[in-house]
């Protein structure tokens, strides 16, 4: 069997779009296809650079503390743990975010009380900006972006549905490829015409 490609994916708990990525990756994984190593970073911290963490991301700047701290607790697969389980209560089952939200994404995934733990860490914060920085010198600038082996990295695949099983291997092979053509930057489709999960626009 190959070795598995090493992916480092950048994502936010509050992009769907990236929710959608991250099932397809998943299941690659589950394939043994690729390795991923899950980053940070904030959509809210870009929109608003220089203001102080809490007041630049208000919303869901604790989600992306609770998962710095399951990082710090368990490595890569409690980071992992904890964003399935949320992004399947926001995304897949439409739940508001709250502070009640992040409770039940813990439980879920094995964590206990994570996120008061995160909001006791006094330094968590200058973490996530510090993974912004470093994701922004990396040159991503937006989630879903992957960095696959050692290729430049790509903001993408933007994905209403994320495929699996043979259609998911199918799409690997395709943004494998192109992702090895270094001169290669962009291929895009717009309108988008389904929303996250399939949901069709307009009539």
Known sequence: MATPTPVRVWIDPSCPW?????????????HGVVELTHECFSLELNAAPGLPFGEAAPRYGPALLAMAQAGREGGQPALE?????????????????SSQLLRDAAVEAGLGDLPDRADAATDLEDEIIAAYHDARRQDV???????IDGDKTLYGPILAVGPTGDQGLALWDEVRRLSARPGFFELKRWPRDLRPGGERVGP
């Open 18 to 30: 990236a929710w959608q990525a991250h099932v397809w990756l998943r299941d690659l994984r589950d």
């Open 81 to 97: 743990r904890f964003y399935v389980a949320l992004g399947e209560l926001r995304h897949d089952q439409k739940h508001e975010m």
């Open 141 to 147: 600038f937006g989630v879903p972006s992957l960095r």
